[in-house]
């Protein structure tokens, strides 16, 4: 299962210059496109457990990083890795297993 973190969580792996790139999956209870792919997130945070630490944010729950991550409402995916956050694209098919896996493997 994969934990979910508030906003809080974010200011303590920052710190730590150890920490293990993370994949942050934003999602809100009435989003069916974060309900669409609840599996292959889950996929993924098995298949590459080694390379980075998988987690959630509700954004109904933590408003100020909805605000920060998904202005437009559309809850995105994003990976923190060298002190630093981007957003993964979403493109045209949505996000897939095989796309989001192709994007971070590139990545390591």
Do not use: R, W
């Amino acid at each position: 299962m994969i934990k979910d973190v508030p906003q809080n969580y974010f200011a303590k792996f920052a710190k730590d210059d150890n920490a293990k790139p993370h994949v942050i999956k934003f999602y809100s209870v009435s989003c069916h496109i974060c309900d669409e792919i609840k599996k292959d997130y889950e996929k993924l945070a098995k298949d590459l457990s080694n390379e980075y630490k998988f987690v959630k944010v509700n954004i109904d729950k933590e408003e100020k990083l909805s605000d920060l991550f998904s202005p437009d409402g559309v809850p995105p995916i994003v990976v923190y890795k060298d002190n630093n956050f981007h957003e993964i694209e979403y493109p045209n098919e949505g996000y897939t297993y095989k796309y989001l896996k192709e994007v971070l493997t590139k990545e390591e």
